[in-house]
């Protein structure tokens, strides 16, 4: 049962009780107790909307920190793989680990710029997302002398901050020098992968931003919980407890 419902059935019980006493005694009583119990009432169901609007915005947040991690975790596997090519790789090999490495940084990046415009989400978690936007883009541009060497394979960072792969430029630098692609390859995966542990660590972006939205979820709830039983004591009271209740309500209200 919501919080609506139930402060619907208070109204109804206090006028059945109500109706223990004569017909007329019994109308100006119903009177008095619906005058009584509706400002109560309407106080209630809107401060449960405040909380229900407040726990699924934070629940969206949280939604989408979670898929932020998952992403940054992808991209930092995927750098890894970088490293870990040889001079034994063959050339598919490398094509398919570059391809991995710029989907996966990609959605990281977009992932990042969608958990930071979660509408109504808190100020202090969209900056945490955008910070980690930043930090990615400052990953690559760091080192000029990187991203000269991606340049010449044909690897390039968008405006945006994604990066897109010139195919005929990266398979005839492949031809040309496959030890300098997989160097570069290889130099740009560690900072990625640098960049992710910083991310992904205790105190980082993403893991600090989870922790506090996971805190405010449970908060939220707790609270959400406190009502829903206020409103169930206040559903078997009689006409003459809501001051009490209005007290209580208090509380929701700020």
Do not use: C, H, W
């Not at 009584?36 to 169901?45: E, G, I, K, N, R």
């Not at 940054?72 to 063959?90: F, P």
């Not at 430029?169 to 570069?184: L, T, Y």
Request: proline share 1%.
């Amino acid at each position: 049962m919501n919080i609506s419902q139930l402060t619907s059935s208070t109204s109804t019980s206090t006028s059945t009780n109500a109706n223990t006493t004569s017909s007329q005694a019994s109308a100006q009583t119903s009177a008095k107790a619906t005058s009584s119990a509706s400002p109560a009432s309407l106080a209630m169901q809107k401060a449960g909307a405040r909380l229900q609007s407040q726990l699924d915005t934070t629940s969206a947040q949280l939604s989408s920190f979670g898929k932020l991690k998952s992403s940054v975790s992808d991209a930092q596997l995927a750098a890894k793989t970088l490293g870990g090519l040889t001079a034994t790789s063959s050339v598919a090999d490398v094509r398919s680990a570059a391809d991995r490495f710029l989907t996966n940084f990609n959605a990281a990046v977009t992932t990042a710029k969608a958990a930071a415009s979660v509408a109504g989400g808190s100020a202090a978690e969209a900056s945490n997302a955008n910070r980690v936007t930043a930090d990615l883009n400052r990953t690559l541009r760091s080192n000029t002398a990187n991203m000269d060497a991606l340049r010449k394979i044909g690897i390039k960072q968008l405006s945006d901050g994604t990066l897109s792969v010139d195919v005929t430029k990266f398979d005839a630098a492949q031809k040309a020098n496959p030890a300098a692609v997989q160097s570069a390859l290889a130099k740009i995966g560690q900072l990625v992968d640098k960049a992710a542990t910083k991310e992904l660590a205790t105190g980082g972006n993403v893991s600090d931003s989870m922790a506090s939205l996971g805190k405010r979820a449970s908060t939220l709830q707790a609270q959400q919980a406190g009502m829903l039983s206020m409103v169930e004591k206040l559903s078997t009271a009689s006409s003459g407890s809501t001051g009490y209740v209005g007290y209580g309500l208090s509380a929701y209200l700020k």
